[in-house]
């Protein structure tokens, strides 16, 4: 049986097939990740695809490489020169198009792929020779154009602990999306929804956080359709800011701020300490948010307790856990 992740998740995650442990790269082999596997797997349900494999190359088969040329990239078997190029961009189209059903919430893409690779995949001069490497992978090509707010990154890259938070964070956020607009919806759910990824949002870009406060706003004065593309457009593009230390220590004042009421003097001061470690990076994010979260529980704050900032994501993943 194929590894799929787990089959009950309702967050779909398209994939190159070879990540997965699959025998379909060129040489036979596989480029299996444990993270995504033994990891992501357990929340997330994958769909892979390999466009190679679909557009009949074989396994094992001859590898290919993308030629610059004036007219447009071309695809070509590394030996013969076989053209692979109008079979590759016509399944592409109609592939990417297809996983529409499947509604995805993210991408993992393998790097470096002429085919999957999502940036710096080499181009190769028609003689052969090395041209540049800021190429995408022609498959890739498709899907980022036909859905520029889906979260999509690179296995390599998911091994660094911030692009790995980041990515988590908005696959998370974009199945929210995808849950809160797939129907009709009511300004009272847009208010709510907007409301709980506040301090999400703020730990993120505070520009997208004052802006998308203006949207909701004024959501009278928008059509459903136009205003569910400028939210979500502005909701995907705030979340791939990074967020930073400085941006946390902020959320985190703020949290203290609506605080005030509750905490009695002594609890405040050591949320305070645990605060400033936590901005000389003596202790991880997760350290200030545990005590948070205690006290939101303990003094029943609901405004706080709701708020997607605390929980982004399943702490299992431990996101939040280094300096
Ligand atoms: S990188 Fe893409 S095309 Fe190549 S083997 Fe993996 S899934 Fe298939």
């Known amino acids: 049986m194929k590894y799929r992740g787990r089959k009950d998740a309702p967050i779909k995650v398209g994939i190159s097939t070879c990540l997965l442990g699959e025998n379909v790269r060129f040489d036979s082999g596989h480029k299996r990740d444990r993270f995504i596997t033994d990891i992501l797997g357990d929340y997330f349900h994958f769909i892979p695809v390999c466009p190679e494999m679909d557009v009949g190359m074989g396994v094992p088969r001859e590898a ?3 030629i610059d040329e004036p007219g447009g990239t071309r695809m070509v078997g590394v030996r013969s020169g076989k053209d692979w190029t109008t079979k590759m961009r016509r399944y592409s189209d109609r592939r990417v198009k297809r996983l529409a059903k499947d509604r995805l ?18 181009l190769f001069h028609p003689n052969g020779n090395p041209h540049s490497a800021n190429g995408v992978g022609m498959y890739t090509e498709y899907l980022l154009k036909e859905y520029p707010l889906l979260p999509v990154e690179e296995e390599g890259r998911l091994h660094d602990i911030g692009l790995r938070e980041n990515f988590i964070v908005r696959v998370f956020a974009y199945h929210r999306l995808q849950e809160l607009f797939s129907g009709r919806f009511s300004r009272k759910e847009v208010v709510r929804f907007h409301t709980i990824h506040k301090y999400l949002l703020l730990a993120h870009s505070p520009k997208h956080y004052t802006q998308m406060g203006k949207l909701v706003a004024a959501i009278a004065d928008y059509k459903p359709t136009e205003f569910q593309a400028e939210y979500s457009q502005l909701l995907m593009e ?3 800011v990074k967020t930073t230390t400085k941006k946390n220590v902020n959320v985190l004042m703020h949290i203290v701020g609506f605080f005030k009421k509750h905490l009695p003097a002594d609890d405040k001061k050591y949320l305070l ?3 400033d470690d936590y901005h000389k990076q003596l202790v991880p994010l997760v350290v200030p948010l545990t005590l948070i979260k205690r006290y939101v529980d303990k003094y029943e704050v609901s405004y706080l307790a709701d708020q997607i900032y605390l ?9 939040r856990n280094h300096v």
């Open 64 to 66: 290919v490489h993308l």
């Open 105 to 122: 919430s993210g991408y993992i893409l393998k790097s470096k792929s002429p085919s999957c690779g999502m940036e710096r995949v080499k």
């Open 273 to 275: 300490q645990v605060i």
């Open 238 to 240: 705030g979340l791939k």
């Open 311 to 319: 929980s982004p994501h399943p702490k299992e993943l431990m996101l």
